[in-house]
């Protein structure tokens, strides 16, 4: 095995300064970067940054729109579809009120037949239209 790829400025490593980080390699790896799109995401990441230890950050719309050089509306958009993905979830201060206390929540499990999904070539042949030869279907024996 080779050892991975020196980085470009080595004696510049990053090392974490807080006991705790919320973003989670599945965000990446079960595409929830690329289905929730850049807005969502920016919203997500200033969230994991300003959360405290419970995951808990208390920043306003407003505020988080101009952190983000964005819209309230496009905030509102992204935080809707955060919450409505189940990565966020929200408690106003008071009843009716847009601004409040937001909890990152664990990335759900997607039940995703887009990742990680194998495919067979029965399967390949009959989205062309195509069936497989008389007698190789899947629960055909094998010859002897």
């Known amino acids: ?20 980080g919320w973003l989670d390699d599945r965000l990446l790896h079960d595409r929830w ?3 929730l799109g850049p807005e969502a995401v920016a919203v997500l990441v200033l969230l994991a940054v300003a959360a405290d230890r ?15 050089g964005l819209d309230v509306a496009s905030v509102d958009r992204a935080l809707q579809q955060l919450v409505d993905s189940g990565l966020l979830a929200f408690r106003p201060w008071r009843p009716g009120q847009r601004d409040g206390v937001w909890q990152l929540l664990d990335v759900p499990v997607r039940d995703d037949s887009r990742i990680q999904r194998c495919v067979t070539a029965a399967d ?18 094998l010859p002897t």
């Open 1 to 20: 095995m080779r050892p991975p790829p020196t980085p470009p400025r080595p004696e510049h490593l990053r090392r974490p300064r807080a006991g705790f």
């Open 33 to 35: 970067l690329a289905d």
């Open 54 to 68: 419970r995951g808990a950050s208390f920043y306003g719309r407003l505020r988080m729109a101009a952190a983000l």
């Open 124 to 141: 390949v042949l009959r989205r062309l239209g195509l069936a497989p030869p008389h007698g190789m279907g899947p629960d055909a024996a």
